[in-house]
């Protein structure tokens, strides 16, 4: 059964920087690109960016809204990934989801139950 | 960026009644292999999105053949053919053929 769990969320202060993971299971990590999206409170959902796999050259992949803040890596060891975001703002109050990114058939296949981020002095 | 608009935003259905909603995108999401790049999402209250449609109107494994999707080019719609009360939850419709992603707004389907 494929499984994703988040965490690392939490309340943060503005100018702070959090780290989030996503630990995957039951599937070949190494074969999927994988995204993070987020939904703001009572909102819609956002998509933040995209990690591809090792044929793809690990590119990425970051929404305007967040670029030049926040970072996507993956540890395939681990089978984890990972969202490093620096430089909060209020605004980027959410939860934030992985997901896995199905490429031949271009849709998320699978989505983790998130982890709520509260970005508040 | 692609903005994509749906309509309505605030759909009430009674059990057993079809429901319609409607997605339309700033540019074409057909692309010259045939495909249109847009997915539907379902995220009911307190869970995870989950596909519903993909490439416009493939529906993905597991879903009930009550949902369909069709459309090409800029319009797009997602259709219930008879509502179930496990049905509700806010609808998503999302593009995919280029970066960013972008969703919908989404519509919020409930039961009368």
């Known amino acids: 059964e494929v499984q994703l769990v988040e965490s690392g969320g939490g309340l943060v202060q503005p100018g702070g920087s959090l780290r989030l993971s996503c630990a995957a299971s039951g599937f070949t990590f190494s074969d999927y690109y994988m995204d993070w999206v987020r939904q703001a409170p009572g909102k819609g959902l956002e998509w933040v960016g995209r990690i591809r796999n090792k044929a793809s050259s690990y590119t990425t992949e970051y929404a305007a809204s967040v670029g030049g803040r926040f970072t996507i890596s993956r540890d395939e060891s681990r089978k984890s990934l990972y969202l490093q975001m620096n430089s909060l703002k209020t605004e980027d109050t959410a939860v934030y989801y992985c997901?896995?990114?199905?490429?031949?058939?271009?849709?998320?296949?699978?989505w983790g139950r998130g982890t709520l981020v509260t970005v508040s002095s | 960026d692609i903005v994509m608009t749906q309509s309505p935003l605030s759909l009430p259905v009674s059990p057993g009644e079809p429901a319609s909603i409607s997605c339309r995108s700033s540019?074409?999401?057909?692309?010259?292999?045939?495909?249109?790049?847009l997915g539907w999402y379902l995220q009911k209250p307190g869970q995870s999105p989950q596909v519903l449609i993909y490439l416009g109107s493939t529906r993905a494994s597991g879903v009930p053949d009550r949902f369909s999707g069709s459309g090409s080019g800029t319009d797009f719609t997602l259709k219930i053919s008879r509502v179930e009360a496990e049905d509700v939850g806010v609808y998503y419709c999302m593009q995919v053929l280029q970066s960013p992603r972008t969703f919908g707004q989404g519509t919020k389907v409930e039961i009368k």
């Open positions: 997901a896995r990114w199905r490429t031949t058939l271009d849709y998320f296949d699978n």
């Open positions: 540019q074409s999401l057909l692309q010259s292999n045939g495909n249109n790049y």
